[in-house]
Antibody
Framework: QVQLVQSGSELKKPGASVKVSCKSSGYTFTGYAINWVRQAPGQGLEWIGWINTDTGNPTYAQGFTGRFVFSLDTSVTTTYLQIRSLKSEDTAVYYC??????????WGQGTLVTVSS | QSALTQPASVSGSPGQSITISCTGTSSDVGSYNLVSWYQQHPGKAPKLMIYEVSKRPSGVSNRFSASKSGNTASLTISGLQTDDEAEYYCCSYGGSSNVVFGGGTKLTVL
C-alpha cells in the first residue's frame, strides 16, 4: 500500500536549519511528484511547492524561494525539505503529499517544526 | 497568487445537506478543471475527498459531491454525519505549475 512517512518533530533556534524527510513506499517513486504543504498553528494549508521525482526539478511557490530547498534521493525513495535561516514564523506542521492530477492523494503524517530561542 | 475564498464556517444537523463554496479567479478555478477538496480532522493529515472538480477517490462516500461554475467550485455533503465535522479545504491548479489552497471552512454538525 502507498505510504508516505515523515521524520519526527524538530525544535530549532532562530537562524538554524532543518531538514524534513518524506519516505515513499508502495508505488513507483519516480512516477509521481511530491508536494510540500505548510500549516501554521491554527491556520490553513499553504502550498510550498513540488519536486519532480523523475528529474529532480523543484518548483517553489511565491514566498518560498531562497530559504526553502527540495531535494531527493531516489535510492531510498525519499524527498527532503530543507529550511534555512529559520524564523519564528516558520513554526508549523509540514506535510508532504503525492501529486495526483494537481491534487494530493496520499499525505505524510506531518512533521512539527518549532522555532524558538 | 491569492488564496481561494471559502466561508469560515458552515453548520448543519445530522441528515441534512450542506454546501461549501470556493471562489477563485479566471486564472485558477475558472481556467482549469483541476479543483480538489480535502477533509482535515484536528491533529490529522488532510484527506483527499474530490479531485478534478467532481471525481471521488476510491473509498470516499458518495455523500460527497462537487461541481464548478465559472470561478466558483462547490462541495456538497448530503446526509450529514457527526464524523463529517472537520475542516474542509479546496485547492486549485493556478497555472505555471502552481497550486493554491482556500482558507478552509469549519463544518460543525449540530
Amino acid at each position: 500500500q502507498v505510504q508516505l512517512v515523515q521524520s519526527g518533530s524538530e525544535l530549532k533556534k532562530p537562524g538554524a536549519s532543518v531538514k524534513v524527510s518524506c519516505k515513499s513506499s508502495g508505488y513507483t517513486f519516480t512516477g509521481y511528484a511530491i508536494n510540500w504543504v505548510r500549516q501554521a498553528p491554527g491556520q490553513g494549508l499553504e502550498w510550498i511547492g513540488w519536486i519532480n521525482t523523475d528529474t529532480g526539478n523543484p518548483t517553489y511557490a511565491q514566498g518560498f524561494t531562497g530559504r526553502f530547498v527540495f531535494s531527493l534521493d531516489t535510492s531510498v525513495t525519499t524527498t527532503y525539505l530543507q529550511i534555512r535561516s529559520l524564523k519564528s514564523e516558520d513554526t508549523a506542521v509540514y506535510y508532504c503529499g503525492r501529486d495526483f492530477s494537481w491534487g494530493f492523494d496520499y499525505w505524510g503524517q506531518g512533521t512539527l517544526v518549532t522555532v524558538s530561542s | 497568487q491569492s488564496a481561494l475564498t471559502q466561508p469560515a464556517s458552515v453548520s448543519g444537523s445530522p441528515g441534512q445537506s450542506i454546501t461549501i463554496s470556493c471562489t477563485g479567479t479566471s486564472s485558477d478555478v475558472g481556467s482549469y478543471n483541476l479543483v480538489s477538496w480535502y477533509q482535515q480532522h484536528p491533529g490529522k493529515a488532510p484527506k483527499l475527498m474530490i479531485y478534478e472538480v467532481s471525481k471521488r477517490p476510491s473509498g470516499v462516500s458518495n455523500r460527497f459531491s462537487a461541481s464548478k461554475s465559472g470561478n466558483t467550485a462547490s462541495l456538497t455533503i448530503s446526509g450529514l454525519q457527526t464524523d463529517d465535522e472537520a475542516e474542509y479545504y479546496c485547492c486549485s491548479y493556478g497555472g505555471s505549475s502552481n497550486v493554491v489552497f482556500g482558507g478552509g471552512t469549519k463544518l460543525t454538525v449540530l
